[in-house]
Antibody, heavy 121, light 107 residues
Framework: EVQVVESGGGLVQPGGSLRLSCAASGFSSSIYCMSWVRQAPGKGLEWVASIKQSAGESHFVDSVKGRFSISSDNAKNSVHLQMSSLRAEDTAVYYC??????????????WGQGTVVTVSS | EIVLTQSPATLSLSPGERATLSCRASQSIGTYLAWYQQKPGQAPRLLIFDASNRATGIPARFSGSGSGTDFTLTISSLGPEDSAVYYCQQRSNWPLTFGGGTKVEIK
């Protein structure tokens, strides 16, 4: 079965760090653009970051540039989002999602169930 | 950044009625537009990709149209299970962006 499963969410103080993981199964995450999309409580969807290892590309929304990094682990078929200097406004459900299509740059066709990140003192 | 504006914010219709949801882009995005459905407590689900293509397993009552800056998602005959928030999303340019969503309520 093609799926992704997120882990690593939790409660962190402002200024702290957290590492989210996304384990893929049923496909090779390195040839697709793997992304993180977040949803603040009661709000809409916001794309955060993407990586396509086979293309050597990664991209970030401006609000997280310099604070978040994204990496891919071929051996574990997984993707990680390293978040630092966390702010209250980073509080959200973080979804891992695959961009599908023949070239791996398509729409988000596979989504995980999300992991909750709460930034609060 | 490409801004996607969805309208209306809320749509309240009866079962069997036709729902028409709009998404307008701040600049031309060709047909690089997708629609997602999200129910409370669930992850989004891809309905339509590249403006008019139904994703795997999506019922034929869902259809998408448009190109350039104006796009439409149509649900031909609403069922109770269609109560959800619907988002459009563009993949033409970085950053990827989503519209603010349209909430569909079934009377």
């Amino acid at each position: 079965e093609v799926q992704v499963v997120e882990s690593g969410g939790g409660l962190v103080q402002p200024g702290g760090s957290l590492r989210l993981s996304c384990a893929a199964s049923g496909f090779s995450s390195s040839i697709y653009c793997m992304s993180w999309v977040r949803q603040a409580p009661g709000k809409g969807l916001e794309w955060v970051a993407s990586i396509k290892q086979s293309a050597g590309e990664s991209h970030f929304v401006d609000s997280v540039k310099g604070r978040f990094s994204i990496s891919s682990d071929n051996a574990k078929n997984s993707v990680h989002l390293q978040m630092s200097s966390l702010r209250a406004e980073d509080t959200a459900v973080y979804y891992c999602a695959r961009r599908g299509g023949a070239d791996g740059w398509g729409s988000f066709d596979i989504w995980g169930q999300g992991t909750v990140v709460t930034v609060s003192s | 950044e490409i801004v996607l504006t969805q309208s209306p914010a809320t749509l309240s219709l009866s079962p069997g009625e036709r729902a028409t949801l709009s998404c307008r882009a701040s600049q031309s995005i060709g047909t690089y537009l997708a629609w997602y459905q999200q129910k409370p407590g669930q992850a989004p689900r891809l309905l339509i990709f590249d403006a008019s293509n139904r994703a795997t397993g999506i019922p034929a009552r869902f259809s998408g149209s448009g190109s350039g800056t104006d796009f439409t998602l149509t649900i031909s005959s609403l069922g109770p299970e269609d109560s959800a928030v619907y988002y459009c999303q563009q993949r033409s340019n970085w950053p990827l962006t989503f519209g603010g969503g349209t909430k569909v309520e079934i009377k």
